[in-house]
């Protein structure tokens, strides 16, 4: 009985994490639409400003190796919402639940091998999903390394790339140690981003 009720408050929990995740990012690209994306009312030049965007910010998650401070958390999230908008998508409610879940699951997973006597680097959470979002980026077209891919091919990776950046950001919050603000003063940052998740993990 009581396992049944802990597991429908995580359930809820969950769900609540992943509407705030939704409403955060929402917020987001309605910003950068204001601002970014919006700097010309040409419709091809609106285009071009978000392809700057997302090549600029694509080929700085790929050239920043990971570190402690969260410093990747601005091109990050910029190259998620101008692959978005380049794709015309926005990740819902199902999609941040699916992506916490995952990788709160292969946190777990990399734990239960921590143990393990076989001598092999496997990384943390972040460099996995990180390595998994810069080839998808690559693969995309959107950095300057080369891509094998035709015009068709190139935007499936660009939908991968927004699949495995949600996962990064959210892995990467978890492990960086950027400082928790008052809370009557609380920008929803990274460091937001790992309190609202870090209880679930």
Known sequence: MFGVIALMKKTKDLSVVAEN???WFGDFMRLCDASLFSMSSD???QEAAVLHTLI?????????PLGPRGDLYPPVAFSLAAACRR??????????????ENVLDFRRKLGDLEDSDIAFPIGTTASNFKNLFEEALIN????DRPTILD????????GLAVNWGMRFL???????KSKKKP????????????DLVKDLA
């Open 170 to 176: 959210i892995a990467y919050a978890l492990e960086t």
């Open 87 to 100: 794709l015309g998508i926005s990740p819902g409610k199902g999609n941040w639940k699916s992506a916490v």
């Open 43 to 45: 419709p091809a030049h």
């Open 56 to 64: 600029r910010n694509a080929k700085e998650v790929t050239d920043t």
């Open 151 to 158: 015009d068709d091919n190139q935007r499936s990776a660009l």
């Open 140 to 143: 995309a077209g959107v950095t």
């Open 21 to 23: 995740l939704h409403d």
């Open 183 to 194: 809370r009557t003063d609380r920008p929803r940052d990274l460091a937001w981003i790992r």
